[in-house]
Each structure stands twice: as C-alpha cells, then as structure tokens.
Nanobody, 126 residues
C-alpha cells in the first residue's frame, strides 16, 4: 500500500503565493508519476498539474499555466506545487495523487491515479 500526504495549504490574499508539498511512502519500490487535483465546493475534482517519474515532463491545466509550477523533490516520490499570483477562484481543497506508471503524459483524469492524499485546504481571499 502507498500512503500519500500533502502539506502547505492555508489562507492567502489575492496575488499571494503558497507552496504545497506531497510525499508518498510505503510500497513505492518504483518511482511514481504524481499529480495535483483540486475540488471546490459543489464542483468536481479537477486536474491541476502532473509530473512524470523523473521530473523531465510536466503538465499543467490551462487555468494555472504561467502561475503554478510542479516539480519533484530530491527525496524519492516527493512533489511540490508552487502557486503564484493566486486568485479567489483557486480556492479549493488540493489533493496529491500518485499512479503506478511513471508516465504522466495524458494523466488528467482522477481514474488515472491509484493513490490519493486526504487533501489540504487553500483559501484565497479577495
């Protein structure tokens, strides 16, 4: 089994920045592709960003391009989401997810991921 844990959420004003962290542990014998999703009240969970196992390829939703960056940490199966120029519409619970494949290409559906964290709240005040 794989455990996924996020951290770094909080409350920030419009235009501010936050950095989310995620670490996967447990039976992670291989390097996993990892992604971030978010879910606002009343909305479906939506794709935000993904990165393949070695960090060489990243993918971002159009709504966050130019503002968010996804990167891998030095420790195995860790990932960060740097969020800049935050807007009130970015307010949501952010979830980290891992998939058994090391490839993130095309992995924009919740069905593409096998393991999920509990989520961390991000609130952007206007």
């Amino acid at each position: 089994q794989v455990q996924v844990e996020e951290s770094g959420g909080g409350v920030v004003q419009t235009g501010g920045s936050l950095r989310l962290s995620c670490a996967a542990s447990g039976r992670t014998s291989s390097s996993l592709a990892m992604g971030w999703f978010r879910q606002a009240p009343g909305n479906e969970r939506e794709f935000v960003a993904a990165i393949n196992w070695n960090g060489a390829s990243t993918y971002l939703a159009d709504s966050v391009k130019g503002r968010f960056t996804i990167s891998r940490g030095n420790a195995k199966n860790t990932v960060y989401l740097q969020m800049n120029s935050l807007k009130p519409e970015d307010t949501a619970v952010y979830y980290c997810a891992c998939r058994n494949s090391g490839v993130a290409l095309g992995a924009r559906s919740t069905n593409d991921y096998n393991y999920w964290g509990q989520g961390t709240q991000v609130t952007v005040s206007s």
